[in-house]
């Protein structure tokens, strides 16, 4: 629909309303005037043809013929009148302005009709004698033998006609002079009435752009002066909230900004809705180009949309690690978080990440060396375990302190020799983890566990612990079968060393929430709360002596963890002191990928 200014919906509608009032009212009072000119008239007529209906009565016979037209052609020039004296039988019998001798019987004109019935006769008409518009008034002439005949006054309308044109004239000028008038006054009114709005609707306009700095001005009127206030304490309103708006941007921006971790956040459809320089950097992208583009298109990186697409779908928080290509390979730590709204639906996510190349290039150089120093020291050790021997078995068994020495050198070489085959072990599975990943093979958990209490069988029977193993034959897992079972015997030496002797050690395996749980229980030692958060760490022994005089190393747990990290699982302990403890392992079901 076409849309047209208030003033253009006002305006025409008071302009026509007044039309229509000044028409009608000059209609009426035209019509009104018109009615008044005629009547007079008619009661001027009247009035004369009753003043002759007196002077005709006598000469209504046809004797007095010429005397009444003689009377009616003298009265009739005195008067400006014509006048007519008709007989019953509607014969003419004077007439002031014609000879009555050629006029026609007058008997069937409208007021001698109405004359001749008693009444005063009245007619307008064109009069083709006159070939004028003509008013006519007949009154009859009463005798004692009843109507002797008519007396019929007139006079051309012309007169009325001209001045009820004049009337008519100046009622129109006076309409006109009104209209023009009511014309001005609805066009100053419409636009009393529209300008404060078109004020209101500029200040709108400004509000909408972004200026608050000027207050729409307010009208008198009540319902104006009230929209105009309330459209001002909005916009003051609408001014604070948005200044807060823009500080809290701009205060989220500089913390975005100056963090050295990258922040990217992204909506439902995986667009990016910030990113802060550190994550552009890490990713190699253009900061300012990335706002509105999908991270497909934008982060060539395959494992980063999968974190992304899981925090999506799955809404948990998720962690991985990424390794970007370039010049320079970088390794970044990502943190993926959903973004939840207020009604706790997921909008999106926040994915951090954190470059921790220095720190995975500083842990392979720790490895290395680690790795490096064992090999190296592996055969000095061996040579001096070996000349250790010869010596002691040269010694003999009666050689006093020297053969204890020996004795004492040779357990130490043992655990040195234990302590470089672990650390060596664990490198290992560490750099097989970390390049090619383990080889996997379904195997029977039930030969595995048997295959690793075996291992252990006879330092348990040597202790006297008995080994109980529940576990199903048929349960499967997806596991490198050497390195698990190591895991597994090391978890087993380890409760077999803390039970007193005649206990029991517990190995069971059950599938629980969609991954396979192991456990290692005994009814020894137990483990204090304070240290069992560390056991797992390199050598850490919660009784140094004691471990030691049992051949422990420290390292037997921290390589049971690393190689259930490898299988993407977790370890835990439960124990209490004296009571016993319990390893639980997790492998998660791998079986689908
Ligand atoms: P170690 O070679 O000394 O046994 P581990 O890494 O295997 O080293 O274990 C770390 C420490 O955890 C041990 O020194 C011991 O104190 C404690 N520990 C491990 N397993 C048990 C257990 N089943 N019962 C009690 N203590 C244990």
Known sequence: ????????????????????????????????????????????????????????RPLTGRSDADALDSLAKELGAAVSTRITVISPDGVVLADSEEDPAVMDNHGDRPEIVQ????????????????????????????????????????????????QLRAVRTRIALAALFLLVLSAAVSLAVSRRIARPLHQMQLGAERFAGGD???????PRPTEFAGLAESMNRMAADLD?????????????????????????????????????RAAAAMLRIDADAVRGRSVQELIRNVRFHEIATS???????????????????????ASGAP??????????????????????RLERVRRDFVANVSHELRT????????????????????????????????HVDRLNAIIEDLLYLSRIEEDADHKGLVLESVSLFDVLSSAIGECRSVAEERGVDIRLTADRGLEARLNRQLFEHAVVNLLDNAIKYSSAGGEVEVGADCEGGGTVISVGDHGLGIAEEHQSRIFERFYQVDKG????????????????????????????????????TFSIHIPDTSSS
């Open 546 to 581: 004691r471990s030691r005089e049992m051949g422990g190393t420290g390292l037997g747990l921290s390589i049971a963890k690393h190689i259930i990290q490898a299988h993407d699982g977790s370890i835990s302990v439960e124990s209490s002191l004296k009571q016993g403890s």
């Open 380 to 411: 000095p050790v061996t040579s001096i375990k070996g000349f250790v021997e010869t010596l002691r078995d040269e010694v003999g068994g009666d050689g006093g302190n020297s053969a204890r020495f020996l004795e004492i050198i040779i357990k």
């Open 1 to 56: 629909m076409r849309r047209r200014k208030l003033l253009w919906h006002l305006f025409p509608s008071y302009l026509l309303i007044t039309v229509i009032a000044v028409t009608a009212v000059s209609w009426y009072s035209f019509d009104a005037v018109r009615r008044f000119y005629l009547e007079e008239t008619a009661a001027a007529l009247t009035a004369r043809a009753r003043l002759l209906e007196e002077r005709a």
């Open 339 to 360: 973004m939840r709204s207020g009604s706790g639906e997921t909008v999106g996510a926040v994915i951090v990440l954190n470059d921790v190349t220095k720190l995975r």
């Open 115 to 162: 004359a001749l019935a008693g009444a005063v006769g009245r007619s307008s008409r064109y009069s083709y004698t006159l070939q004028t518009n003509m008013m006519y008034v007949a009154v009859p002439i009463s005798s004692e033998t009843g109507i002797a005949g008519v007396v019929r006054t007139a006079v051309p309308l012309t007169a009325v006609e001209e």
């Open 311 to 333: 925090v999506l779908e799955g809404g948990g928080p998720i962690e991985g690690e990424i390794t970007l290509a370039g010049q320079q390979e970088t390794v970044v730590e």
């Open 240 to 276: 604070a909230r948005i200044r807060t708006v823009v500080q809290q941007k701009a205060e989220q921006e500089a913390v975005l900004a100056s963090m050295s971790e990258g922040v990217v956040a992204i909506d439902r459809e995986a667009k990016v809705i910030t990113m802060n």
């Open 212 to 218: 608050f700095a000027h207050d729409v001005p307010v």
